[in-house]
């Protein structure tokens, strides 16, 4: 004879929930409405399970504790969760240092600072303190993109894939657009060249092959209705071997010649050289405007390491038809990147001061010895909660992620938690600590949790020890 109904009998009222100690206090600090809705959601969540033992005809083989307290803990934690932030801060010891579903770059203390000062106050976002007269949003950061990049002219927009697609529209919408099909590439999400290409409205011409594509495959597909040639980074992908790639100097040299444009979609905006810090070649924004490229486009949260924006800089009379495009607005900036950006962008003006302080670049050039110190330290903190033998320091690459330098690996070392059989689940571990505040993100390879110091920040050490505690203690 199965139990189910006198188990059912058994679930608290939610009434009955809310007059346990425990709730009864904690709708002095959150809303009411969600505590009361977390104590339904438990008793719901109990009654279902329960349910779903008479609707299988099984007898009953788990152990309910239905008591009142009992539900009243599991009511509070999940009131606590509910009432928390959905967006929220984390620890990345992914290693990955640009990652896309993390957020992509951390922002300078300095942004941090402009930002926090912009969003409390009224601010001179379109208006003129010289002139005491209506000003343009599009005026803060055009002279210092232009000094940073050396180009007459710039705009910010909201990402860079609106940035492809503005300066496609304004330029060549109704008009032929040639790019190399080794370069018609797929980056993330659904950014994707010849959907961007066709929704604004250019018609794509593809030449070359998957692997090669010479200058004279682009001369070849040049008629009256073509507008420009496009060169695309292909960022998260990369092709070796048997290649063949035309160069930003000599495209804009045979576009020049036939009265076309070039436009150069770096992707993720570098303006330090990478190699100085013994990091792999990338092509700097300075570089492509220098070869010729008409206009640049970039993104603000790549490698820039500011907040999420697309930029566009080139020659004036394209920037300006771009900036009164009718779709201009739909992708306009607000308030909150022009000052992080500004910010960030003030850094470059002192490369030393850059590589300190924006995360995105003193993560990139973190030296492996650093890393190592910070490895041993952290290895210490968890040798507290695994013991001495699970816990060891392995030499291991870290990425810089955001479709950036896919190749690049560099060197770190990581702390590898390899638990003991009888322990808990290492997937069950990595799923707690995405539950801890803050939540912590991990590597897992082959059972063993790997922690990357570089995209730890040192202030973040003592709270990720804790947390993974917390989660190893259940
Ligand atoms: C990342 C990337 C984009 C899209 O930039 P968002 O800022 O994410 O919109 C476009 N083109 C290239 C080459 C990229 O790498």
């Given at each position: ?179 190399s099909?080794g370069q ?24 070359g092959?998957?692997?090669k594509t010479y ?16 060169k695309?980074?292909a960022?998260?992908?990369?092709m070796?071997?048997?290649t063949a790639e035309v160069n ?227």
């Amino acid at each position: 004879m199965s139990n189910y109904q006198s188990l059912l009998r058994e679930l608290p009222a939610v009434d009955r929930l809310l007059r346990e100690p425990l709730l009864d206090d904690l709708i002095k600090q959150l809303p009411r409405r969600v505590v009361l809705q977390a104590a339904q959601d438990t008793i719901a969540s109990y009654r279902q399970k329960i349910n779903s033992y008479a609707d299988n005809d099984q007898d009953i083989q788990e152990k309910f504790d239905l008591s009142p307290a009992t539900l009243a803990m599991e009511a509070a934690a999940l009131a606590e969760r509910n009432a928390g932030s959905n967006l929220k801060a984390l620890i990345n010891a992914t290693g990955i240092i640009i990652h896309t579903n993390l957020g992509r770059a951390p922002l300078p203390g300095a942004a941090v600072k402009a930002l926090s000062s912009i969003a409390a106050n009224y601010n001179n976002l379109e208006y003129s303190l010289q002139s005491g007269t209506r000003g343009s949003r599009h005026e803060h950061l055009e002279n210092l993109i232009c000094e940073l990049t050396g180009t007459e002219a710039a705009i910010v927009l909201n990402n860079n894939a609106g940035a492809v697609f503005l300066a496609l529209n304004a330029v060549a919408s109704g008009r032929e657009v040639v790019v190399s099909r080794g370069q018609l590439v797929e980056i993330g999400g659904s950014f994707r060249i010849p959907d961007i290409m066709a929704a604004s409205g250019a018609a794509l011409v593809e030449v070359g092959t998957t692997n090669k594509t010479y200058l004279r495959d682009y001369e070849a597909a040049v008629n009256e209705n073509t507008a420009a040639f496009l060169k695309v980074h292909a960022s998260n992908y990369q092709m070796v071997g048997f290649t063949a790639e035309v160069n930003t100097e000599d495209l804009a040299d045979l576009a020049y010649r036939q009265g076309l444009l070039l436009i150069e979609d770096l992707g993720s905006g570098v303006i330090l050289d990478l190699e100085k810090y013994g990091l792999p070649f990338e092509p700097r924004v300075q570089d492509s405007v220098a070869a010729g490229a008409d206009l640049v486009t970039f993104s603000g949260d790549k490698m820039l390491g500011g907040p999420q924006a697309g930029i566009i800089v080139g020659r004036k009379d394209l920037i300006s038809s771009i900036r009164t495009n009718q779709l201009a607005r739909t992708l306009r900036v607000d308030k909150f990147i022009i000052a992080a950006l500004e910010a960030t962008l003030r850094l470059y003006l002192d490369e030393e001061k850059a590589i300190k302080e924006i995360p995105v670049w003193r993560m990139l050039t973190a030296d492996a010895e650093y890393l190592k110190q910070r490895a041993s330290k952290l290895a210490e903190g968890l040798r507290d909660i695994f013991g001495i033998d699970t816990v060891s320091v392995v030499k291991g690459v870290s990425r810089v992620g955001g479709g950036a330098l896919p190749a690049a690996e560099l060197p770190t070392y990581l702390v590898a938690v390899k638990l003991h059989e009888e322990d808990v689940y290492p997937t069950e571990l990595v799923e707690r600590l995405r539950h801890t505040d803050p939540p912590v993100i991990l590597r897992l390879q082959h059972d063993t949790l790997l922690f990357d110091p570089r995209t730890v920040f040192e202030d973040q050490e003592d709270t990720l020890v804790n947390m993974v505690k917390k989660a190893y203690q259940g």
